[in-house]
């Protein structure tokens, strides 16, 4: 599968944005799909995840109740939207794609990665 995120841009703080990952390949809703970010000089890590069918949804504590993902399956495409935005979200963000059923926080357990969209919030 191949994945291709967009909608990362400059934003102040406390505002908004969507960002969308598209996806071609193999049929999409037997991914779980996650989201990640690396911001310059950290490590990779989770923002969330979720279920193939998109009833189940998991996020870090950083940014639960800021962000919010979604997926619609007839278009292939999965969504993280990001409210509140602060400016330690800075960051390149991808999506991901496991054929596993769980929501995994580790990236290792994704087999698939989109190029990334970057971020920045401005304080």
């Known amino acids: 599968v191949q994945l291709q995120a967009s909608g990362g841009g400059l934003v102040q703080a406390g505002g908004s944005l969507r960002l969308s990952c598209a996806t071609s390949?193999?049929?999409?809703?037997?991914?779980?799909m996650g989201w990640f970010r690396q911001a310059p000089g950290k490590e990779r890590e989770f923002v969330g995840g979720?279920?193939?069918?998109?009833?189940?949804?998991e996020y870090s504590d950083s940014v639960k109740g800021r962000f919010a993902i979604s997926r619609d399956n007839a278009k292939n495409t999965v969504f993280l939207q990001m409210n509140s935005l602060k400016p330690e979200d800075t960051a390149v963000y991808y999506c991901?794609?496991?054929?596993?059923?769980?929501?995994?926080?580790?990236?290792?357990?994704?087999?698939?990665w989109g190029q990334g969209t970057l971020v920045t919030v401005s304080s």
């Open positions: 390949g193999r049929t999409f809703s037997d991914y779980v």
């Open positions: 979720i279920s193939r069918g998109g009833g189940t949804t």
């Open positions: 991901a794609a496991t054929v596993s059923s769980t929501i995994w926080m580790s990236g290792r357990q994704y087999a698939y």
